[in-house]
């Protein structure tokens, strides 16, 4: 079995440190770091990729990925109080040097299970490319920062969060409608007119939740064809994620 994902990567870094007063100029916490506090992580597509990786059998599951060649020079950084893990500042570097995808005549689509998009709108996949590739794919999934239109009106099954939903849904016709999986947070996730709950947590950082939510989706869709039984299984490994400090690989 072939997976494919497409769009574009980074680097998530987390920069940890104490808050113990605000700043006398201004009413902001002010952040002592600490040398040893400090991770990184491979971010956006490549984090579909690396936690379909991680889910997979990969005797059995071999997944590919097409991203930006310098996804290592665009970070995510993020400056965090490590006694409550609560994120002070994110500050993002060169993802505006993200160049666009010229390859995607060149795969052959035929080989793959599933295609996934991961697409967080910063150039690297333009509308018409995502439009492109779902005509190529039957089993395209999408997940997207972008205001939704008819050009993904082929794609199979369209992931996208509650805010982004409420943002967008006024572009949607009904058949677009019934694409739409909606995650809810901690209310877990809603296909047509059915909400998959999941169970409550304590929720230590939901950064990369819907990567892992997207990536476990598609997985077992690619097993299974079995709608019902993917989202069950996207909220599961969601739900273990958001409880790791990080962008964390389930």
């Known amino acids: 079995m072939k997976i494919l994902v497409i769009g574009e990567s980074c680097l998530d ?3 940890y440190g104490e808050c113990s007063r605000l700043c006398p100029e201004a009413p902001v916490p002010v952040i002592k770091l600490s040398n040893e ?6 971010g956006m597509a490549m984090n579909v990729y690396t936690n379909i990786r991680a889910l997979s059998d990969l005797d059995k599951t071999e997944v590919s990925l097409m991203t930006n060649k310098n996804w290592e020079s665009v970070n995510k950084v993020r400056y965090v109080d490590e006694r409550t893990n609560y994120i002070i500042l994110r500050a993002d570097y060169n ?4 160049p666009h995808c010229d390859d995607l005549r060149q795969i052959d689509f035929s080989q793959f299970e599933v295609v996934v998009i ?3 709108n910063k150039g690297f996949l333009a509308e018409e490319d995502i439009e492109f ?3 190529q ?3 395209t999934f999408l997940d997207t920062k972008k205001i939704l239109g008819e050009w993904c009106s082929n794609v199979k099954y369209i992931k996208i969060n509650e805010f982004e939903y409420n943002r967008t849904q006024h572009m949607l016709n009904e058949s677009m409608d019934s694409k739409m999986i909606i995650t809810l947070g901690p209310n877990g996730a809603r296909h047509r007119d059915k909400t998959y709950p999941v169970p409550k947590v304590e929720i230590k950082d939901t950064s990369g939740a819907g990567d892992t939510f997207i990536a476990a989706l598609v997985l077992k869709y690619a097993e299974t ?4 039984k993917s989202i069950e299984f996207a909220n599961h490994n969601a739900t273990i994620v958001v409880q790791k400090k990080g962008v964390a690989v389930v």
Do not use: A, L, T
Not at 37 to 42: F, T
Not at 95 to 98: L, S
């Open 118 to 120: 991961s697409d967080y």
């Open 133 to 135: 590739i779902s005509h």
């Open 13 to 15: 870094i987390y920069r």
């Open 37 to 42: 506090e400090y991770s990184v992580n491979p």
């Open 225 to 228: 064809k079995d709608i019902d």
């Open 95 to 98: 993802d505006e040097q993200i």
């Open 137 to 139: 794919h039957e089993n």
